[in-house]
């Protein structure tokens, strides 16, 4: 059967302060995590605020495997203004260094900006040069930090929304610790889901999992969307994937912190038993 451990992201408490949900998620049956970086959840570039959120994570028993890094439409390391991308690393940095503080294995971060829409050859390939030059900075910074940085793939109408460019800014980031974050809502709606195990395989270090119905960036618990589950872990077992599975669901209004886990246990339970269908099926074909 696969070990692969199957964390949450606090993201679905986005608006709630971190300090008052982790007990709830430890309670709720999860130790492992991916933290939000959004300023209500966790203030990253307060360290006081990032030092009490690591403590209470120690003191529950509870593991930050992941960070994920602050986007935004002004977060735009691509840049063709040079202020804005000074801007935009500074930001990285200091989401780095609060992941560094948290003890994370891993900063997730979008390669590209919250930008729709495609520019002219000339500007996109510069845009791609910026990215890269800019990556490769926070890379070097997290390496002294201990840290691994996966490059998580986009909305397909974002700005560096496809697989190819995920594999352009790989092979252009200077340093080695480099990997990559497959987000399965994204490839399902960019339509590579089921190609894209095998395109990042040599770097993929992570997935986020959440389903959709193809229509939207709905975050859905999975098996709830038009996704196929047993065919994503069938490739990712082919693959010899050695991750782990950060369940990333929407949270919005009107629904309690204990229905959010709820949701969130269902979508363990239901990839859970895929697993182990697959691990019997692995087991009765080496027979």
Known sequence: MNDWPI??????????PIINILKGIRDGGFTILEICSFPDHLPYHDKDAVKQARDEI????????????????????TSLDEEQRHHAL?????????????GARHIVIHPGPEREGKPPAEELYQRMKNGAEVLSIVATHCRKLGLQLLLENMLPHLLFGH????????????????????DTGHA????????????????????HVNDNNGDWDAHLVPGEGSIDWNRIIHELTKSNFNGALILELAGSDGISPSEM??????????????CHREAVLISSQDL
């Open 261 to 274: 886990l709820e949701r969130a246990r269902r979508g363990r339970q239901f990839i859970d038993d895929i």
């Open 188 to 207: 399902n709606l960019s339509g590579e889901i089921y190609n894209v195990v095998h395109k990042m395989s040599g770097h993929l270090r992570m997935i």
């Open 7 to 16: 964390g949450i992201s606090t993201g679905c408490f986005y608006k709630t």
């Open 163 to 182: 697989t190819s460019d995920i594999l352009y800014m790989l092979g252009a980031i200077k340093e080695t610790n480099i990997g990559t974050c497959l």
């Open 90 to 102: 500074a930001n990285l940095i200091a989401a780095s260094e609060a992941a560094a503080i948290l």
């Open 58 to 77: 120690n003191r529950l028993g509870l593991e930050a495997f992941s960070f994920h890094a602050p986007f935004a439409s002004h977060i735009d390391i």
